[in-house]
């Protein structure tokens, strides 16, 4: 079974940055595509970014790209979010999950293992 921790989260002003990880147990994770979604206050958890087994394909959201960086060091078992330029409305609740197949995928119904979720507050 794999177990997923994320953390890095907290508050920030718009225009700032954060980077979240997420780290995980067991010797699957090399082999596994990874995701991160977030669920804002009264709405549906939603797709950010993933990446697949090696990092060399990865796919955002439109809604993040070109702010946001998905990455993975699979030496240290984690994966990271890079958010730059963050706005107010990417305030939310952020899930990594990971999936038992080496493709990356953006419906939630593809992933097997999330973690707990770290909370993102951007707000001045």
């Known amino acids: 079974q794999v177990q997923l921790v994320e953390s890095g989260g907290g508050l920030v002003q718009p225009g700032g940055s954060l980077r979240l990880s997420c780290a995980a147990s067991?010797?699957?994770?090399?082999?596994?595509?990874m995701g991160w979604f977030r669920q804002a206050p009264g709405k549906e958890r939603e797709f950010v970014a993933a990446?697949?087994?090696?990092?060399?394909?990865?796919y955002y959201d439109d809604s993040v790209k070109g702010r946001f960086t998905i990455s993975r060091d699979n030496a240290k078992n984690t994966v990271y979010l890079q958010m730059n330029s963050l706005k107010p409305e990417d305030t939310a609740i952020y899930y990594c999950?990971?999936?038992?197949?080496?493709?990356?995928?953006?419906?939630?119904?593809?992933?097997?293992?999330w973690g707990q979720g770290t909370q993102v507050t951007v707000s001045s």
């Open positions: 999950a990971g999936r038992k197949f080496r493709t990356a995928m953006s419906e939630i119904k593809n992933y097997d293992y």
């Open positions: 990446i697949n087994w090696t990092g060399g394909s990865t």
């Open positions: 067991g010797r699957t994770f090399s082999t596994q595509a």
